[in-house]
């Protein structure tokens, strides 16, 4: 049954994917540490604060926008890597997230000068996989974004005509921002990037997902 949720020694299983303690503590670290970055990035007045300095932003203010970053950026970031994972264990793989916390720290302290660069872990599997499988598995996150993009486009696209504002604009504009720029980003077909496995596999299959991914990214960064 979807979403059926158990508990088992090494940690629980939902939705037939199996977490342990670990991997659970490693996606919680990432979620809530990647909110912070970005809050710490997007409020400069928070930042001033933090460097003792007087600053006129209120608790709510914070919050406010560290609840945005969890449910945009954290959101996106974490459901890109675990679509990773639940391609990877169809395929057969022993896979898992990995928080990787020294680049998690560089994160926050980057958001409190003002220069974020985020790079909060990634799904590690293992076992045999042909080009194909490794493509789809790559392809996975990117698309997932784009997926992402979509469900905020709806609530942006609302507010838009309506004129309205506040929280859920904010994390409309955020959500769909942040998903077209990491899939957009995460298509380049460099380095450790999705694109780079992607292209391997197929030229065609990177054409179709990279080119809109890309321009899109290009778009919500100029844009948006």
Do not use: C
């Not at 709510?60 to 459901?79: C, D, H, R």
């Not at 590690?124 to 493509?135: I, P, W, Y």
């Amino acid at each position: 049954m979807a979403g059926r949720r158990r508990r088992t020694a090494a940690g629980r299983t939902i939705g037939g994917l199996s977490f342990s303690q670990r991997e659970l503590r490693d996606l919680l670290v990432a979620w809530l540490a990647l909110g912070l970055a970005f809050t710490f990035f997007l409020e400069r007045e928070f930042r001033r604060i933090v460097f003792g300095q007087f600053g006129g932003l209120s608790g709510a203010e914070i919050a406010s926008t560290f609840a945005v970053s969890l449910l945009t950026v954290g959101v996106g970031f974490l459901l890109h890597e675990l679509a990773h994972k639940v391609v990877a264990v169809r395929f057969g793989q022993i896979a898992a997230f990995k928080a990787d916390y020294r680049m998690l720290g560089f994160a926050v302290l980057g958001g409190l000068v003002g220069f974020l660069f985020a790079a909060p872990g990634a799904v590690v599997h293992r076992g045999r996989l042909t080009a194909k499988q490794h493509g789809l598995i790559a392809v996975a996150g990117p698309v997932t974004n784009l997926a992402l993009a979509a469900v905020f486009l709806v609530p942006f696209v609302a507010a838009l005509l309506s004129g309205t504002g506040g929280f859920l604009w904010e994390v409309a504009q955020m959500g769909l921002q942040i998903n077209l720029l990491l899939a957009g980003f995460n298509m380049l077909p460099f380095g450790p990037l999705d694109g780079r496995t992607v292209r391997e596999w197929s030229t065609p299959v990177f054409l179709v997902v990279a080119i809109p991914s890309i321009l899109l990214g290009v778009g919500a960064l100029f844009v948006l």
